[in-house]
C-alpha cells in the first residue's frame, strides 16, 4: 500500500502587508534594512498611516508561505500555528482551506490575528516589523504529540526560537511523533540572538536546516566562504543548504559541498518569500525522493519566481508554468 507523504508546518500564521516604498521613507524607520524586527500592533498602525502608498494583503508568514507554495504544488499539509479570532484570522483559515491545506490544527485565539508589515525598496529588498499578535500567544502546553500525529516531516520557522519553551516542545512533540525536521534559520538576527541554544537544537532534533548566507555567516562565523559555511551547518545537520541569492546556493551533505547555479529573475521586484518558496521547493522534490541536486534546482526555480512578483503569492499563470516544468522533470515517485 502506497503511503502519502504529509508535511507539517510550525510557525505563525502572519499576514502581510507590503509596500512599495523608496530609500528615502526606509530611512526613518529604526533598525537594519533587510531584517526583521518584533513590535507592538500599535508602531504597524502607525507606520501604515505614514506609508505614502497602499499596501497589499497576503497570507504570509515563514513557515506559512512555505506551506502554502507546497499545497499549491499538490502536497499534503497540516499547520500548526495559532490564528486570531477575526477577519485577518478568518482570511489565513479560508486561504489555506482553498489550497487543499489541513486547518484542523490551526488553534484560535481571542485577540487579533498576527501582521507583518514588509517595506520593499526599489532594489527588491524587504524589511519587515512584526506585531505576532495571536501567533504569539501559543504556549507549550497547547502542542502535543498528537498535532504531528500522521506527518512525516515538520518544517519549522527560525523565528520559534525567540520562545525556548514553545520551541523545545515542538521538537520534542515532532520527534516523539516520528516526524523529520527541517529549520528555516528566518534571519540574522535570530540567529545573532539565540547562538546559546541554536547549536545543539541543530545538532540533536534538525535533519536539514536552510541558511542565507547572513545568517549561516552568523552562525558560523566564517566570511566570505559559502562552501566552507554550509560544511560547518553540515557538522549539526545531514542536509545544510546556504542560499546566496541571485549567485544561486551550497548544498552540503555526506562530506561534500555541491554549487547550485542561480535561475536567473528577470527582475527583481520583491525579495518578500523567496528563501521559504526555496524551501517549499526543495521540500517538495525531496519528499518525492528526488536527488538532492534536484531538489536545490525545484527550489531556485521557485525563488526566481517570486522575486519577480509582490508579495509571497504567484500568480496563476506563473503556477502553471512551474507545474509544467515539475511535471516534465519526473514522474511522482510515491512514498513508502
Known sequence: MQKIFKLIGVGSPIVDAIAQIDDSFLEQVDGDKGGMVLVDALTISGLIENLPVETVATPGGSAGNTLFALARMGAVTSFLGKTGNCVDGDFYRDRFHQLGGDCTRFKIAEIPNGRCLSLVTPDGERTMRTDLGAAMTLSPHEVSVEDFAGCHHAHIEGYLLFNEALMMRVLECAKEAGCSISLDLASFEVVKATQSILPDILREYVDIVFAN???????????????????????????????????GSYLANDGTV????????????????????WAAGFLYGWSQKRDLVACAKLGSMLGAAVVQTQGSVLPENVWQEILSQIQTQNDRVPFD
Request: charged share 25%; proline share 4%.
Open 258 to 277: 555541491t554549487k547550485i547555479e542561480p535561475i536567473h529573475a528577470a527582475r527583481v521586484l520583491d525579495s518578500t518569500g523567496a528563501g521559504d518558496l
Open 213 to 247: 548566507e547572513e545568517e549561516g555567516e552568523a552562525f558560523t562565523g566564517i566570511l566570505d566562504d559559502h562552501p566552507a559555511v554550509a560544511m560547518k551547518l553540515a557538522d549539526y545537520c545531514s542536509i545544510a543548504v546556504v542560499k546566496i541569492g541571485a549567485d
